[in-house]
């Protein structure tokens, strides 16, 4: 009988420990599900930013679509600290008070702050702008804004809010970083053609006819293609791709297009079709391919291709290393970009003057109405492991992204300009000098702006 008993006992014994063995089992498998795993996390977005037929692009009435429309993209890196958003976007330029507003809502939808988000446009000319301030501005003057018109931008500003929140539920871990770059040939060219007496004596637009100019030297340029790319193990999740010049091969259409840069985006996502390729313009102001592109039509694919080919080696010749959060910083220094000395001169004309002249120089004023409020612009770096993007507004010239890679030669350097679009064309102070378009009334901020964003990479490359 005792036998028996003890038989018994450890049968029941086993039922019960096999019991809870497979409770605990099931409920270890319930607790991964509901409860986010700690450390990085990377969610992306991808949404349409074409506008309907009949808007206004940036030079021209829109009546038509193309094969491939424009794209607003980006990420968000969340486990280090409040998440980090990267946003890049097929228009021509977002300035101002509508970026205050772009990254209000993606800051929302992210759970995060403005401060921790980037919004950067490639500078298509076929392509919006957004300027809500040019368009409150024409308004109370009893102006139509035509290209200031927002409608569509607050419609793209809500699809952008609902895709960020939408993705973060999908968000994957973040074990690797890759980091790359290779030279593209024969697309950037210096757009600035100096003469013998240090002025510009001529601008060799990205369409250039002229084959004396097409001949000059390419100048000044950043001939590489910086790729950053996150991984899940070996799954790739994201690509970032920063390359300096400007976008156009030819324009005035009437066909929204994301031209050459967005055409070589679509091969990489073609040939790396697990990761989304996000693709930032870097300081590319005084850049452009017209060294390359005498406006006919096929270099647009040519163009394409070249560049796709750098990105292409680029990412053949990535190196992949592991990554914590502990690794990944995001820093800002807030900038007051001085005005250029002409703007208050223009302020004192439209007040005697037809609203005709407000039209021709909206950007300027409302430009000059931010800086008079005491409006500050972040200047932005993301650090990954040995990497430092930075992210800076307007049309930069390529002479900043060149000193920052040499400020800090042991880092990995990459760099987005096309920000906040207000300040327009930023040289650097010996440029004003020289003179030329893009010193002239295309820039709305004076030379001593150098020093300004200069101290700014400094502080944020060297971490003071």
């Not at 996390?41 to 349409?48: E, G």
């Not at 060219?189 to 990205?206: C, E, F, H, M, Q």
């Not at 193990?233 to 920063?242: E, F, I, M, R």
Request: charged share 20%; proline share 5%.
């Amino acid at each position: 009988m005792h036998t028996h008993r003890t038989i018994y006992f450890i049968f029941l014994f086993c039922i019960l420990e096999i019991f809870v063995v497979q409770t605990d089992i099931a409920g270890s498998t319930k607790h991964s599900k509901d409860t986010a795993p700690s450390g990085l996390r990377l969610s992306t977005f991808d949404i349409d930013a074409t506008p309907p037929v009949g808007s206004h692009l940036a030079y021209d009435s829109m009546i038509g679509s193309w094969d491939m429309g424009l794209r607003a993209r980006g990420i968000v890196l969340s486990g280090a600290g409040q998440p980090v958003v990267l946003c890049a976007i097929d228009w021509i330029g977002i300035s101002g008070e509508s970026q205050d507003v772009f990254k209000r809502a993606l800051a929302d939808a992210a759970g995060t702050i403005p401060e921790r988000v980037a919004v950067h446009t490639l500078h298509q000319h076929d392509a919006p702008r957004c300027n809500f301030a040019a368009e409150r501005i024409l308004l109370e003057a009893g102006l139509d804004p035509r290209d200031n018109e927002g409608t569509f931008a607050r419609e793209l500003i809500s699809k952008l809010e609902t895709a960020v929140r939408n993705s973060l539920g999908k968000s994957r871990p973040v074990t690797h970083l890759g980091l790359g770059e290779a030279p593209v040939y024969q697309v950037a060219s210096n757009r600035r053609i100096l003469g013998p007496d240090g002025k510009v004596k001529a601008t060799r637009w990205t369409t250039c006819t002229d084959s004396a100019l097409r001949a000059e030297p390419e100048g000044v340029i950043d001939p590489m293609v910086s790729l950053v790319s996150f991984w899940n193990g070996d799954q790739p999740l994201a690509v970032l791709s920063y390359y300096a010049v400007h976008p156009q091969s030819y324009y005035h259409t009437g066909i929204p297009n994301p031209d050459f840069p967005g055409i070589a985006r679509f091969y990489r996502q073609l040939a790396v079709p697990q990761a989304l390729h996000v693709h930032f313009n870097g300081a590319g102001g005084n850049l452009g391919a017209g060294k390359y592109n005498d406006g006919s039509k096929e270099n647009r694919g040519i163009l394409a291709e070249r560049l796709a080919d750098g990105m292409k080696r680029a990412w053949e010749g990535t190196q992949r290393e592991p990554i914590t959060a502990d690794a990944v910083n995001w820093t800002l220094e807030p900038v007051s970009l001085p005005p250029a000395k002409y703007l208050e001169k223009l302020e004192a004309e439209l007040k005697v003057q037809d609203t005709a002249l407000l039209r021709i120089n909206i950007e300027q004023i409302s430009w000059i109405q931010r800086c008079k409020a005491g409006k500050k612009i972040d200047v932005a770096c993301l650090t990954l492991n040995r990497a430092r993007i930075l992210y800076l507004p307007g049309e930069l010239f390529v002479e900043y992204q060149l000193a920052a890679k040499a400020e800090r030669k042991d880092l990995f350097v990459a760099m987005a300009a096309y920000g906040d679009y207000g300040p327009g064309y930023i040289g650097t102070a010996i440029a004003y000098e020289q003179g030329g378009y893009e010193a002239g009334i295309a820039s709305r901020v004076s030379p001593e702006v150098e020093g300004v964003l200069m101290t700014a990479i400094r502080r944020l490359l060297n971490g003071k």
